[in-house]
């Protein structure tokens, strides 16, 4: 079974701009698939759909109809790494990734030990286990990216969908977040992420869809669609898709 | 120590420090019964309980359901600005800065100026155009084209609360002088002198339910601080459970100020205290709140009743208070970055 299905998806936003035209595509199981664009080509309004944020009778999930899920049933299925988060209290690391347990509470509920386990657990899979009782507002760039990620492990959610997970990070921190998200893929989880950075679609992703101006211009295993040709088209600027040894580089 | 036992010892370490805090504050509240200037200044333990129907009566009758509005009141404010600051993700926020009080103050004024002046009418007054207020607050924040939702949202609660206070100017202009004006002008400043079993009994059921409902959301509501796309992504309904708040909080608080007055202040104060004391995680910093806003209260009303032989109105002594706790905080937070 496909565990995101897109049939045909077009999204109008009410002020009359189309931000999507006509896009399908299907996702498998432990599949992970980069979202390829430059800014504007609405990756980011099509990621907003996959998650139910924006409504869509279009998308399938685990073959059940996305808008039929209920609100925690969607939350245990799917987690969003977004861009960035904006916190205004400090709140302790723990507290944060405890967050991620909510779909699994009761309306009124609040976390047990068994959820705190669970979110240590994926503190120390992200390496910030020692800071667990530090506060949010201390922690440097690439740290909150790796927050972040923590709090979508101890969501347990079998699909992740990210929205340009490495963009603000430095070299060695983004190193390490793609190494994590490496593990993920490894242990089973379906990733979905955008990015306008051909270099990291191709190192992560199994899968890449490419989109330019709201439609669809390729999708398929990434050695068949990232070509010069469609790298070129895509971005309107000349691509090579070059190998230095093993390593494939989109310069 | 491993993790689950580090949680649960912090767990049973705020616990504790609630409780501790909810004691104190009955204790206190048990001693207070004991101050006044009856039958001279200070504090008295009735020595003529049984014979005196004047001794029983002020305990029982003025001291008692003002030493429990005070616990009541403090409770409810602080809950509610509590609950603003969190759903608007700001720690500068109250229910005073959306247009609610000057809403609800309007509206207790009219019910007064139009000789309806029944407690019930005051209080459905006060609370109507306190969610008006806080309706067009957020109208307008969402038809202005400038700045933030934030900014815009605090913007419009600039606009709306001028334009209650000049619609309560004119008011108090058309009061009749010797009374409504009077007690118009007491609304303003906060008073507990007025607490009677009836008004308590009038309100309660609404304040406990408010509480009960805040209370049952106190750990959704670290949730909904967040943006909203991330509190939807983890199963929360945040458009939903944002205006279920919000009603709830601001009925709560209009609730209580029809009968108390305008009383400022707690309700920005005492949450910042609590997760100063708690830390920020809702589940314990809200119920730490609400106990310190009834102590706060209690002890403003107490010095209000007692320190001078004419009183002292409690929404000055608060503001007085607050201002100076707001200033000390903020010159703390300089040091430590956020709330």
Same mark, same amino acid.
Do not use: D
């Given at each position: 079974m496909n565990a995101l299905t897109v049939n045909h998806l077009s999204f109008t936003y009410p002020s009359g701009t189309k931000a999507l035209d006509d896009i399908s595509l299907s996702v498998g199981e432990s599949q992970s698939v980069a979202i390829l664009g430059s800014n504007g080509a609405g990756k980011s309004t099509l990621l907003d759909i996959l998650l139910g944020w924006k409504k869509s009778a279009e998308v399938s999930l685990y073959g059940k109809?996305?808008?039929?899920?209920?609100r925690k049933e969607l939350g245990r299925t799917l987690a969003l790494v977004p861009q960035s988060e904006q916190y205004n209290f400090s709140f302790s690391l723990l507290d944060y990734v405890l967050f991620g347990r909510s779909p699994y509470l009761s309306q009124l509920g609040t976390p047990s030990e068994e959820d705190a386990e669970i979110a240590y657990q994926a503190l120390y899979d992200v390496g910030l286990a020692r800071y667990a009782e530090r506060h949010i507002t201390t922690l440097s760039g690439g740290e909150h990216q790796l927050l972040l990620l923590a709090r979508v492990i101890a969501q347990q959610s079998s699909m992740l969908l990210l929205d340009e997970p490495t963009s603000a990070l430095d070299p060695a921190n983004r190193k390490r977040v793609l190494t994590i998200l490496k593990q993920l893929h490894m242990k089973g989880k379906t990733l979905l992420f955008t990015t306008h950075d051909a270099n990291l679609a191709y190192d992560l992703a199994s899968h890449v869809a490419m989109i330019k101006k709201g439609t669809l211009l390729c999708y398929g295993p990434k050695e068949e669609v990232v070509t010069t040709t469609t790298l070129t088209t895509l971005y309107d600027t000349e691509l090579t898709v070059g190998k230095i040894g093993t390593k494939t580089l989109i310069y | 120590m491993n993790a689950q036992q580090r949680y649960q010892a912090e767990r049973k370490r705020r616990t504790g420090l609630l409780l501790g805090m909810l004691g104190a504050t009955l204790l206190l509240a048990i001693l207070f019964?004991?101050?006044?200037?009856? #039958? $001279?200044?200070g504090f008295r333990f009735p020595t003529d309980w049984s014979t005196n129907a004047i001794t029983r009566s002020i305990f029982l009758r003025i001291r008692l359901p003002r030493i429990v509005l005070a616990l009541l009141a403090g409770a409810m404010l602080s809950a509610s600005g509590f609950t603003f600051q969190m759903l608007f993700s700001n720690p500068l926020v109250e229910p005073g800065f959306l247009g609610v009080s000057q809403g609800s103050a309007f509206g207790a004024a009219l019910m007064i100026v139009l000789g309806v002046g029944s407690t019930i009418f005051v209080q459905l007054s006060a609370t109507l155009f306190g969610l008006l207020a806080l309706l067009a607050s957020y109208t307008l924040a969402t038809r202005f084209r400038f700045g933030g939702w934030l900014l815009r949202l605090i913007l419009s609660g600039i606009a709306v609360s001028a334009l209650f206070s000049s619609a309560l100017g004119v008011v108090k202009l058309v009061?009749? #002088? $010797?009374k409504d004006l009077q007690d118009i002008t007491f609304w303003m400043m906060g008073g507990l002198w007025n607490a009677s079993w009836g008004q308590i009994l009038s309100i309660l059921w609404v304040v406990i339910l408010s509480m009960a409902i805040l209370l049952g959301y106190r750990w959704k509501l670290n949730l909904l601080s967040l943006q909203e796309k991330t509190s939807f992504s983890v199963g929360m309904n945040p458009k939903r459970d944002r205006i279920i708040l919000l009603i709830v909080a601001t009925v709560g608080t209009t609730v209580t100020i029809s009968i108390t007055g305008l009383i400022g202040w707690v309700g920005l104060i005492t949450p910042h205290l609590g997760r100063k004391l708690f830390g920020s995680d809702s589940s314990t910093s809200l119920p730490g709140s609400m106990i310190l806003g009834s102590f706060f209260l209690l002890v403003c009303d107490t010095i209000g009743r007692t320190v001078l032989a004419t009183e002292i109105p409690i929404g000055l002594l608060t503001s007085f208070i607050g201002a100076i706790i707001f200033i000390i905080i903020l010159s703390l937070k300089h040091q430590e970055g956020k709330a």
């Open positions: 109809p996305l808008c039929s899920y209920g | 019964l004991f101050a006044g200037r009856y #039958p $001279t200044a009061a009749e #002088p $010797t």
